[in-house]
Each structure stands twice: as structure tokens, then as C-alpha cells.
């Protein structure tokens, strides 16, 4: 048992959702959430019972208005908690068309909790997220130009022996 728990307490795990999406000129989608600091990849939380992938292609298209469909698991970021609550988030990722980039848009009814969205170049991606979203999106594009790169991280650094 953790030792910030009481004995009668038990962790809860929030699943998140999140996609790498990159366009044909190697430029990610990113999302700037209002209860956030910093800008984000798209996606959220899996509803209870909710699989992964599917919480993932509902999240995406809910804060992007791109209906893709996920299958692998890129990454798994794991963010432990304070006061019983962890979250661990399956990132994963997509390729899609210049003509597909250019219909993402913030759905109407998610106007009220995002301000932008945005496709940006890697190089750019530590002067608009924060440390812990940079590295969970640096050791995703890892991942993809290297199989063998490590799959499970904390706090978006690969966990090493």
C-alpha cells in the first residue's frame, strides 16, 4: 500500500487517451485546454469499462473533430497521484492526409473547455508544453522511428534498469 493511503483507502486509477498525430510534413496536433497549463496532445479520459482505443478515437474526435480509429498503444505514461488518484495514459498515434489535417477544428460543443488548435513543428513543441507533456510526446516520436525504444515511462521519461 502507498504510504500516503490510510489502510481503508484504496487507489484509484484514471485511464487516459491521448494520439500522437502527425501530418505528411511531420507536424503534431495539438490542443491549448483551458484547465491545463500548457498545450496537450488530443484526447481524455476513458469512461468507466470504456476500452483504450475506443475512449481514444471518442476523445480525438470530441476535441478535434477528426473520426480516426487507434488500435496500438504507442506509450504508456504513467503519472503517479497524490490523495489516492494515478492516471495512466495510453498514448497513440496516426498518420493522416494533408486533406484530413485540414478539417481538424474544435467542435462546437467543445468551445468552451479548448482555445486552440494547432499543428506544430517537434522543434517547437517545449516553448508550448509543459515538461511532462515534452517528454511524453518526445519519447512517443521516438517510438515511432525505433521499435525497440521503451513502451512503459513515468511522468513521460522511459523507465531505465
Avoid: K
Amino acid at each position: 500500500m502507498h504510504p500516503d493511503l490510510a489502510p481503508d483507502q484504496h487507489s484509484r486509477i484514471q485511464v487516459g487517451c491521448q494520439a500522437l498525430i502527425t501530418n505528411p510534413r511531420g507536424f503534431i496536433l495539438l490542443i491549448n485546454p483551458d484547465d491545463q497549463d500548457g498545450w496537450t496532445l488530443p484526447g481524455g479520459t476513458a469512461h468507466q469499462g470504456e476500452l483504450p482505443h475506443l475512449a481514444a478515437t471518442r476523445t480525438v474526435r470530441a476535441t478535434t473533430g477528426l473520426n480516426l480509429h487507434f488500435t496500438d498503444t504507442l506509450i504508456i505514461d504513467v503519472t503517479p497521484g497524490t490523495h489516492a488518484l494515478q492516471s495512466i495514459d495510453h498514448i497513440f498515434t496516426t498518420q493522416v492526409t494533408a486533406q484530413t489535417a485540414a478539417t481538424a477544428t474544435i467542435p462546437a460543443e467543445a468551445l468552451a473547455t479548448i482555445s486552440e488548435i494547432t499543428w506544430i513543428e517537434p522543434d517547437y513543441i517545449p516553448d508550448r508544453c509543459t515538461d511532462h507533456q515534452t517528454h511524453r510526446i518526445w519519447s512517443a516520436l521516438l517510438r515511432l522511428t525505433d521499435p525497440f525504444a521503451p513502451v512503459y515511462h513515468v511522468e513521460g521519461r522511459a523507465i531505465t534498469t
